[in-house]
C-alpha cells in the first residue's frame, strides 16, 4: 500500500524557515517524480514544487522561486521542502504528492502537515 | 503563466449529469487531470490524460478536452460525489504544474 507521510508543519514567524519531509512507502521511490502542493485555509490547490527522480532537475511555482528548495534521499524514501523567508501567504496545508509518470498528473497524496506564519 | 478557469460551483440534482468546465488557452493540445477533493481529505484523482479513470473510480466519471475547454462528467450523480473538483496540466512553456481554481460540486 503506498503511503505519503508529512511532517515537519508548525507556527513560524515572519521570516522564518521550515523544513518540511515526506517519508514515502509501498511504492519504488527512485522511480517516480515527486511534488508539493499546498491548500491556503478555504481556499484551492496550488502547485509548489516539483523534483525529478533522481533529484537532478527540480520546478517551482513564481510564488516561491528562491525561498524555497526541494530535495529528496532516495536511499531514506524521503522528499523534503525548505522554506526559507516565509510570509503570512505561505499559510496553508503542504501536501507531498506522487507523480504517476509522463505528465499524468498524481496518483497519491499524503494528509498534508500544516504550516502557520504569524507575523 | 499559464492560467485554467473553472465555475466556481455547479449544482445538480440526484442521478442527473453534472459537467464541470475548464478553460484555458488552447487546452486541447495538452493532458488535463482531474481531481476530486471531499472536505478534511487530501485530492483523489478521478481522470487523467483527458479522459481515463484510475482503478476504483466509477465510471460514470468521464472527461473530453478540445479546443479551449476540457469537461468532466458525472452521470448519475450521487450524494457522496459532493465536492469540489479541480483541473491541472502541465504547462511546458514555463515547466510548471497548474491547478484551477476549483469547482464546488453541490448535489441538491
Known amino acids: 500500500e503506498v503511503q505519503l507521510v508529512e511532517s515537519g508543519g508548525g507556527l513560524v514567524q515572519t521570516g522564518g524557515s521550515l523544513r518540511l519531509s515526506c517519508a514515502a512507502s509501498g511504492f519504488t521511490f527512485s522511480s517516480y517524480a515527486m511534488s508539493w502542493v499546498r491548500q491556503a485555509p478555504g481556499k484551492g490547490l496550488e502547485w509548489v514544487s516539483a523534483?525529478?527522480?533522481?533529484?537532478?532537475?527540480?520546478y517551482y511555482a513564481d510564488s516561491v522561486k528562491g525561498r524555497f528548495t526541494i530535495s529528496r534521499d532516495n536511499s531514506k524514501n524521503t522528499l523534503h521542502l525548505q522554506m526559507n523567508s516565509l510570509r503570512a501567504e505561505d499559510t496553508a496545508l503542504y501536501y507531498c504528492a506522487k507523480d504517476q509518470g509522463n505528465d499524468s498528473g498524481f496518483d497519491y497524496w499524503g494528509q498534508g502537515t500544516l504550516v502557520t506564519v504569524s507575523s | 503563466s499559464y492560467v485554467l478557469t473553472q465555475p466556481p460551483s455547479v449544482s445538480v440534482a440526484p442521478g442527473k449529469t453534472a459537467r464541470i468546465t475548464c478553460g484555458g488557452n488552447d487546452i486541447g493540445s495538452k493532458s488535463v487531470h482531474w481531481y476530486q477533493q471531499k472536505p478534511g481529505q487530501a485530492p483523489v484523482l478521478v481522470i487523467y490524460?483527458?479522459?481515463d479513470r484510475p482503478s476504483g473510480i466509477p465510471e460514470r466519471f468521464s472527461g473530453s478536452n478540445s479546443g479551449n475547454t476540457a469537461t468532466l462528467s458525472i452521470s448519475r450523480v450521487e450524494a457522496g460525489d459532493e465536492a469540489d473538483y479541480y483541473c491541472q496540466v502541465w504547462d511546458s512553456s514555463s515547466d510548471q504544474w497548474v491547478f484551477g481554481g476549483g469547482t464546488k460540486l453541490t448535489v441538491l
Open positions: 490524460y483527458d479522459a
Open positions: 523534483l525529478s527522480t533522481s533529484g537532478g532537475t527540480t
